[in-house]
T-cell receptor, first 114, second 112 residues
Framework: AQSVTQPDIHITVSEGASLELRCNYSYGATPYLFWYVQSPGQGLQLLLK??????LVQGIKGFEAEFKRSQSSFNLRKPSVHWSDAAEYFC????????????FGTGTRLKVLA | EAQVTQNPRYLITVTGKKLTVTCSQN?????MSWYRQDPGLGLRQIYYSMNVEVTDKGDVPEGYKVSRKEKRNFPLILESPSPNQTSLYFCASSVTRIGELFFGEGSRLTVL
């Protein structure tokens, strides 16, 4: 069955430190991959997406993610975290089969220490 | 301003009392969908629509109905709400099938 796993429920980092949020997926083919961020009380906003091509993708707010087919992973990274990055982050898979189905991970809540 | 608007934002209701959560987008998007967000479960897709009069089930459609009579509107209907439908609901739309999802601000529903 198709699935998305975010193994870290909570992550705490100090402001200025680097960040990596993990995402693993299970899918029959190379899926469409997304990272979304949800600030408290808000809807979700797209950070970046991967469809094909260069496996390192750049997104908004200084985030990047790397697609690794061999590891079925799409980890999100940021070299230096800002206090405003505190939020919940969701990895998602979009269907390649012609439907409009999306599967989201359970999310990773990021806390940033001043 | 381009946006997805959901109403109501907050609702407390009782078991069995029919309710509708409206969703409207002003971006002329073909694709729309509904999700529920529950602690520890992330977002799960309830229903989606790829065009007017075309809807299909997501992963958790039980207890919900939708309709897509106009391009801009995609209401979520709970015919007989139950406490296990207490959740935070999000509507989203996109230009293409694999494009960026634009989310509404969410509707927090409590069923007593």
């Amino acid at each position: 069955a198709q699935s998305v796993t975010q193994p870290d429920i909570h992550i705490t980092v100090s402001e200025g430190a680097s960040l990596e949020l993990r995402c693993n997926y299970s899918y029959g083919a190379t899926p469409y991959l997304f990272w979304y961020v949800q600030s408290p009380g808000q809807g979700l906003q797209l950070l970046l997406k991967y469809f094909s091509g260069d496996t390192l993708v750049q997104g908004i707010k200084g985030f990047e993610a790397e697609f690794k087919r061999s590891q079925s992973s799409f980890n999100l990274r940021k070299p230096s975290v800002h206090w405003s990055d505190a939020a919940e982050y969701f990895c998602a898979v979009g269907s390649t089969s012609g439907t409009y189905k999306y599967i989201f991970g359970t999310g990773t809540r990021l806390k940033v220490l001043a | 301003e381009a946006q997805v608007t959901q109403n109501p934002r907050y609702l407390i209701t009782v078991t069995g009392k029919k309710l509708t959560v409206t969703c409207s987008q002003n971006m002329n998007h073909e694709y729309m969908s509904w999700y529920r967000q529950d602690p520890g479960l992330g977002l799960r897709q309830i229903y989606y629509s790829m065009n007017v009069e075309v809807t299909d089930k997501g992963d958790v459609p039980e207890g919900y109905k939708v309709s897509r009579k106009e391009k801009r509107n995609f209401p979520l209907i709970l015919e007989s709400p139950s406490p296990n439908q207490t959740s935070l609901y999000f509507c989203a739309s996109s230009v293409t099938r694999i494009g960026e999802l634009f989310f509404g601000e969410g509707s927090r529903l409590t069923v007593l």
